[in-house]
């Protein structure tokens, strides 16, 4: 049995997200594998695979450079593999690169950083090419506080004000090494690195970030949303649409 290591890209619009539930579940993660067991399917007996995805991306969320790896055998080469899932796969999801690599690698457990990038558009036409990709706010929002404010949620620190799941019961320490903002024309885009997100953490970062922005709160008050460790101090969660895996980055 070998291990391969993917890189895939995807449009999450029409998905549940990457992790698959059940069967049939329509999710990146399920479309994968079903192409890929159909592939090695060379025996009266289907091979079960799993493909282990470095992070699971929400419904709505999209990636360029998703890692994944799987244990299969396959007497195909790797180019051969790679025409193969991008002939059978749906057009919104592409593997870039596909390679061998050892048994002991797992894209989701090896995996030491992330970066994320979450886009908004500010302008007076409609966004028609990019419209499942950004969020459209109702007006631009203030750059400096927000930079302000951003340069407090950098470094080690409990995140669960910004865990979108209640009943977490893991840590939520998480340690965030970079958050960026940037204008690109009408574009506003919040680039995010770190060594992991809890759920929905980067998209109600982006939210509360935005309410700083247009004067909702200050910058002043993110220790005080830190150190309440609850949900309902933190602003609201930005649309899913808006954020994309960029990479995942291994020693």
């Known amino acids: ?106 894209a989701r457990l090896l995996a030491t950083g992330k970066q994320y990038c979450y886009s908004c558009y500010t302008g007076h036409a409609k966004p028609v090419f990019d419209r499942r990709f950004v969020t459209i706010l109702p007006s631009p929002p203030a750059l400096s506080p927000m930079q302000r404010a951003a340069e407090q949620l950098v470094g080690t620190h409990d995140f669960r004000s910004f865990c979108g799941n209640p009943r977490m019961k893991r840590s939520c320490v998480r340690t965030v090494d970079t958050i960026r903002l940037q204008w690109d024309g009408d574009f506003l885009r919040f680039f995010f690195h770190g060594d992991g997100f809890l759920p929905h953490m980067i998209r109600i970062m982006v939210g509360t970030l935005l309410e700083i922005g247009w004067g909702k709160r200050r910058p002043e008050d993110i220790p005080s949303i830190l150190n309440a460790k609850n949900r309902q101090a933190a602003g609201f969660t930005a649309p899913a649409k808006g954020l994309c895996l960029l990479r995942v980055d291994y020693h």
């Open 1 to 106: 049995m070998q291990n391969y290591v993917l890189t895939i890209s995807y449009d999450g619009t029409r998905y549940l997200g990457w992790e698959s539930h059940k069967p049939n579940d329509n999710t990146i993660q399920g479309k994968l594998e079903a192409v890929l067991t159909r592939m090695t399917d060379q025996t009266p007996e289907a091979q079960t695979l799993r493909l282990q995805g470095a992070s699971r991306t929400d419904a709505g969320v999209h990636a360029r450079g998703m890692t994944a790896s799987v244990h299969m055998e396959c007497s195909m080469s790797e180019p051969e593999i790679l025409a193969y899932l991008n002939r059978y796969l749906p057009e919104d999801i592409a593997v870039n690169r596909i390679a061998r690599c050892s048994h002991r690698f797992h």
